[in-house]
């Protein structure tokens, strides 16, 4: 097939200067920092979303209540690692009660004493 543009130059005449391929180079660099800065950046708001929606997931559902026998006496109560762990004195005795905190199952009952 011919070339129909007849003006066109050969690849002799499109050797470039040292000059212009020291400013291609120098053109391409920018280029390169200009992306890497573009793509920190963009990598720093997904971080930020995401730290974002982890942080304002709702808190874990804690129970209602937990029973004790009737007249016991509650000396503390914690929630901690999903359990809710109440020391009460019933009758003389000191109890330790182990809940699950997202259902307020009884899950261990300890009697604490003297020796």
């Given at each position: 097939?011919?070339?129909?543009?007849?003006?066109?130059?050969?690849?002799?005449?499109?050797?470039?200067?040292?000059?212009?391929?020291?400013?291609?180079?120098?053109?391409?660099?920018?280029?390169?920092?200009?992306?890497?800065i573009?793509?920190?950046?963009?990598m720093?708001?997904?971080?930020?979303?995401?730290?974002?929606?982890?942080?304002?997931?709702?808190?874990?559902?804690?129970?209602?209540?937990?029973s004790?026998?009737?007249?016991?006496?509650?000396?503390?109560?914690?929630?901690?690692?999903?359990?809710?762990?109440?020391?009460?004195?019933?009758?003389?005795?000191?109890?330790?009660?182990?809940?699950?905190?997202?259902?307020?199952?009884?899950?261990?009952?300890?009697?604490?004493?003297?020796?």
């Open positions: 097939m011919n070339n129909p543009e007849p003006n066109t130059p050969d690849a002799a005449d499109t050797e470039l200067t040292p000059e212009a391929r020291a400013m291609l180079g120098k053109a391409r660099r920018s280029f390169a920092v200009s992306m890497g573009l793509l920190l950046g963009f720093a708001i997904g971080v930020a979303l995401v730290y974002r929606v982890m942080r304002d997931s709702p808190p874990p559902a804690v129970a209602e209540s937990v004790i026998p009737t007249g016991a006496e509650v000396i503390s109560a914690l929630n901690t690692d999903g359990t809710i762990q109440v020391t009460f004195r019933a009758g003389g005795a000191t109890m330790l009660n182990i809940y699950d905190a997202g259902t307020g199952a009884l899950e261990r009952s300890v009697q604490i004493g003297a020796e």
